[in-house]
């Protein structure tokens, strides 16, 4: 279960409040994402980053913010225009570029244990 | 973009049965095709993956079929085990692009002893 890890792992918090969820890898990947899961709903991409300084928006960015100051680190500051908050929050780092030394696809996500986050 | 359609959404099988769980993409770039197992409570882990250049991949009891022309691929766990229940989801992306995967819906496997 080493790599990646997420904090908490279940977190409450009143409507209105911003609130950040963090994310660490010391896998050395230059790539992070974060998802979001509801049940039926897959894997949803909020916000992913492939280097240091630079994120992109996925496709239900609005309500969310991300940082990547360093590589090991990627925060989402869960704030208060998103609409619908309480879901579980997944994190994954992949290598993305290069060979992989572990001989393993440089496209595989490896992902967080995740935090479930309950706005009420 | 791509879009990744996934079925079926729940899945019920006997111990022992085989389990085939199905995909579709629309972008034909898409070259990487993982597929991840997420248990009750616990992280999504890669299972298996296929690359468009190849048509089957097998690992044990499970294995990956890819049609490139129809744009589908497919999972088959053979003689399942109630530990293989889990949530599957499948995954298209093109490596040496983007890199970022399109996940499908998910499928609960149920696998009754």
């Known amino acids: 279960d080493g790599g990646i890890t997420q904090s908490p792992k279940y977190l409450f918090r009143k409507e209105g409040q911003n609130v950040t969820l963090s994310c660490e890898q010391n896998?050395?990947?230059?790539?992070m994402y974060w998802y979001r899961q509801d049940p039926g709903q897959g894997l949803r991409l909020i916000y992913y980053s492939q280097i240091v300084n630079d994120f992109q928006k996925g496709d239900i960015a609005e309500g969310y913010s991300v940082s990547r100051e360093k590589k090991e680190s990627f925060p989402l500051t869960v704030t208060s225009a998103q609409k619908n908050p309480t879901a579980f929050y997944l994190c994954?780092?992949?290598?993305?570029?290069?060979?992989?030394?572990?001989?393993?696809?440089?496209?595989?996500?490896?992902f967080g244990p995740g935090t479930r986050l309950t706005v009420t | 973009g791509e879009n990744v359609e996934q079925h079926p959404s729940t899945l019920s099988v006997q111990e022992g049965d085989s389990a085939v769980i199905k995909c579709t993409y629309s972008d034909s770039a898409s070259n990487y095709f993982p597929w991840y197992k997420q248990e009750l409570g616990k992280r999504p882990q890669l299972i298996i993956d296929i690359r468009s250049n190849v048509g089957e991949k097998k690992d044990q009891r499970i294995a990956v079929t890819l049609n490139k022309t129809a744009k589908h691929f497919s999972l088959h766990i053979t003689e399942t085990q109630p530990e293989d229940s889990a949530v599957y989801f499948c995954a298209a992306s093109i490596g040496g692009g983007s890199y970022i995967p399109t996940f499908g819906r998910g499928t609960s496997l149920i696998v009754h002893p």
């Open positions: 994954a780092s992949s290598e993305n570029r290069g060979g992989s030394a572990s001989g393993r696809a440089v496209e595989e996500q490896y």
């Open positions: 896998l050395n990947h230059d790539a």
